[in-house]
């Protein structure tokens, strides 16, 4: 049984310890928002805030998250998130949208530590989320203006 926290809530999982957290959250909680890509910690699809920081929840197991916080895109809701989620609609930046909860998450947790990332900061930040429409101009554009 590992003991979590996810978008707030107190949650006990019962099942293998080896499964990763991605498997947990889409399956065993049926929370879809986070997306499977590669499932090898390549692409940043699933990507997810533990304890504050952005992780690919496919390539973490249940037993590294006990006692840690979870945050999936159902569940956040600070001023970081929603700057970003207005810029994102602001500059249309989805295309197909496969990989933009990942991208949002990803791009949440570089605002909540740097308010103001410069362009190379930005894509050190989001080098590991990789999205075949090429939206990256748009995503950059997009950091900035939830910056401001
Ligand atoms: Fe986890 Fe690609 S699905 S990094």
Redesign the pocket.
Known sequence: MISLTINGKAQQINVDPDTPL?WVLRDELKMTGTK???????????TVHMNGSAV????VPLSAAQGANIQTIEGMNSPAFQAVQQAWRNLDVVQCGYCQSGQIMSATALLQTNSKPTDSQIDAAMMGNLCRCATYHRIRNAIHQAAD
Do not use: P
């Not at 499977?36 to 699933?46: E, F, I, R, T, Y």
């Not at 690919?56 to 390539?59: A, D, E, F, H, T």
């Open positions: 991605l499977l890509g590669c499932g090898m910690a390549m692409c940043g699809a699933c690919r929840s496919c390539s």
